[in-house]
């Protein structure tokens, strides 16, 4: 070693899969890709690296130097970033194939992004996602098909009556900012400060919102972020508007609550209207048990321009101080009219949804669904090696071999320890089986195969089991077969725990 | 919209993938993944951001700014780099969970890998490999087995007979550079620049080798790339050791070629004996035909010890030039005992091979391998709409459920086009049934079906078929059928084309 010794660590934010992982996350994509073609949606997919001008600047929380997007110059001097979401990089790739695309144009893709914040528990600054859009249809229709599909994908996922889609419509936020005096070009940096500190009642409550909606909030570490310096009675408003008992319809809400504020209801009433028109689909299409309208949904993100949905899991979970919480949103999305007009100049109608992978992966851990916990995955046949010359382990080589011609998963220990040391490796690999020609089986033209599990539990029983059943087992851990029906008695061994 | 127009483009080196691609490359992995299994591998998966120091720099091609690696800085300073192939971060990987893993440790892993490089035809910043690794065997037999491994899998891509893994020991090389005064610390620098020349040859051919191997070569660009400064008997020797006839034993080699130098013998013995044991073994399990020693394998990898593999498909497409070229390599890799060692301070044995899947899926299409010809997909059943009030739409929308509800990819007509744009829209999404139901249907109680090929093939053949034969195409291609049928009806027309 001519370099110093390097300490094997991971950045903050970023962690490793292991094969369990690996599977049951296939398995959940899997599910999710078949709900998404049942609805005529197809696969399409772009690169990780996009031009920083083309993704935009429509993530929250952009106060860290590199803006919440990992980002670095071209050698032309152009700025590249990672993708922070699917969202933008499909509508780069629909403006940039705008005439060859059918249109609507309905297709997901699933990937990963990144975002350049600060790592805290289940939140990573790498994370997968699984996007659906329809782009170029702006009947509500198309808002109302997105929810009703999220609500099947999570039934599919075994998630029933666990989950409830709410939506709302961000023009309901802009009218009541509107009628608040908050309108206009000059207040868009405030209506965005609200726009984030409403997104987040979630995490703080009320109290921290109210806190974000004036001077601004202090947060545990520290750190303090400014708020959007609204007045009391202004930030009472939007309490009173959005999060007063937000089930009740709105028209009600403004009658019984805002006598005083009569200019409000034309500024919020096109939210209103497009609102009870999903409404009215939904609750056609039966799904009103799984998709409800809920003002309180904003969505944190900049680019969204009408219907917000949002897939919260209503099942409670222990929370970091031990004590149960609801385990809350697993994806969310929106209309995003604007995103690829920015490209042609002219707006472009498009809504989409999109599910956090990791999080639902957690969520189906905690409910324990079939689709992660599946069956246990066995490891391969382990032949041992019992003489180490070339002529021995190339016949060992050749009983392994025969295991993989006949399909079955199978290797040749090739370290260099001692029979002890291999029969533990292959415990650690969750082998069933393992497979032994020393030169006295070679003589003989026989293998010998162990039956890995029947040996633990005999371990285990050797001192507690009675003479008979400690023999039967005894025979049952390790049989002999001619070595040229090698492949029927591992299947046969194998076929005890199938 | 308040922004300018920005243009809608993916920086040079990155493209997007279609469902077609998308779907092709996903069952070339299951073959691979498959493959990999037989032989006791298993998955893990590691982020795509590491660490810039435990990624370390191995990569050929360092002259730009970058160099070769997507580099930025975290907010604590600390460099971070996208991960440039899959082997760096499987050895920080296994140094920082070493003492729990089994050993020797057989995992595989595909993934996106990025390099900040000149991009070119064929030649991507952004491409996927899928590695298959075995760390912690220092056997000969692990090497042979990853080189048997990579043509098994090849076949099972219906590549029989079109490709060779070739082998060669990077220490051949290592002693050839030793006995022309190569040798030591000091000589590091000119060692590489060699390698990486040696690496090129299927690029440059001799001559531009040899260019570089001496004073330096001016590409078509008109950048120049220094040379390792040999002499022209230093690089005779290489000539002769890598290329002269390279099929042939090297003792022998030595011996007809090299009467002058009867040191360099002993400092490319340790080479040879490697090479013969893998060969021994390749020859004992019948792979000869497929996997053969070839001194000219070099691999541009700094990092690699010993053994080294390339997986070259050797039929011909056309080049750039319209001539007949051969395909050329789709993977390779070798045994790298110090990359583990750079975090532990020992040297841990470890060797694997990587596919490069994007050439690979070349390929394959090349080839017109099944695994990506597959079938067509069709698009889903496209129910159009005739009215757009509430309530027909809802009408169409549980029509739209019904067929879903079956397992039937199907979706409404969302866009706001009238009949003729919704047929041509359905044709593009490569739908083979549409339903419609317009205001006579309903008061009939019926929906019709459009055989979307059928009406294709009417309207090709409306000036050519005979009356009878146009007749009943046109039967064929409109039928009627009572609403409460509209599964099974679907489901026939469908099954006309399955």
């Known amino acids: 070693m001519s370099e110093r010794t390097v300490k094997p660590r991971l950045p903050r934010g970023l962690v490793d899969r292991n094969p369990a992982d690996v599977a049951a996350t296939d398995r959940m994509l899997a599910a999710i890709r078949e709900s998404y073609e049942l609805y005529g949606f197809e696969a399409v997919e772009t690169p990780f690296i996009e031009y920083t001008d083309a993704l935009g600047k429509f993530l929250p929380d952009q106060d860290r130097p590199n803006e919440g997007v990992f980002s670095f110059q071209d050698d032309d001097e152009q700025w590249l970033s990672l993708r922070y979401d699917l969202t933008a990089p499909l509508a780069r790739y629909v403006a940039e194939n705008f005439d060859r695309l059918p249109k609507p144009y309905r297709s997901y893709r699933c990937g990963w992004v ?185 969505r944190g993100l900049e680019y969204y321009t009408g219907p917000v949905f949002e897939a919260e899991l209503t099942f409670e979970v222990p929370g970091e101080d031990g004590r149960p919480v609801r385990f809350g949103s697993v994806g969310g999305g929106g209309r995003y009219d604007g995103l690829v007009g920015r490209f042609r100049g002219e707006s472009v109608p498009a809504t989409g949804f999109s599910i956090g992978v990791s999080r639902l992966y957690a969520a189906l851990k905690a409910v324990n669904s079939p689709i992660v916990a599946g069956a246990v995955k066995r490891g391969p046949v382990v032949v041992l090696v019992m003489d180490r010359d070339a002529e021995s382990m190339a016949r060992s080589q050749r009983l392994v071999a025969t295991l993989r011609g006949a399909g079955i998963p199978a290797e040749l220990y090739l370290g260099e320890a001692g029979m002890n040391a291999q029969l533990k490796y292959a415990d650690r690999r969750g082998a069933v089986c393992a497979v032994i020609q020393g030169s006295n089986e070679r003589d003989k033209g026989v293998v010998a195969l162990k039956d890995l599990i029947a040996g633990a539990e005999l371990n285990k029983g050797a001192k507690t089991l009675d003479r008979d059943a400690f023999l039967a087992l005894k025979q049952r851990a390790q049989i002999e077969a001619p070595e040229n029906e090698l492949i029927a008695a591992v299947r046969a061994v194998l076929a005890r725990y199938a």
């Not at 249809?137 to 599919?156: G, K, N, Q, R, V």
């Not at 029933?160 to 023009?171: A, D, F, T």
């Open 114 to 298: 990144f975002r350049n914040e600060k790592p805290g528990p289940g939140r990573f600054r790498q994370f997968m996602q699984f996007d659906a859009d329809t782009v170029g249809a702006s009947s509500p229709a198309a808002d109302a098909e997105i929810c009703m599909m999220a609500a099947d994908t999570l039934d599919a996922l075994g998630l029933k009556g666990k989950y409830v889609i709410k939506v709302n419509n961000r023009k309901i936020l802009d009218g009541v900012m509107e009628a608040i005096g908050l309108g206009g070009e000059a207040n868009a940096g405030r209506r965005l400060t609200v726009l984030r500190a409403i997104d987040k009642l979630d995490r703080l409550g009320w109290e921290g919102v109210l806190l974000l909606l004036q001077g601004g909030r202090r947060d545990a570490s520290g750190d303090f972020t400014k708020g959007a310096g609204l007045e009391e009675t202004q930030a009472e408003l939007i309490r009173i508007m959005l999060f007063n008992n937000p089930q009740i319809p709105i028209a009600e809400a403004t009658r019984q609550y805002l006598p005083n504020h009569p200019d409000i209801t034309p500024s919020i009433q096109p939210g209103i209207d497009e609102l009870s028109q999903i409404e009215m689909l939904i609750k056609d299409a039966g799904y009103l048990d799984r998709v409800k309208t809920d003002r309180s949904v904003v």
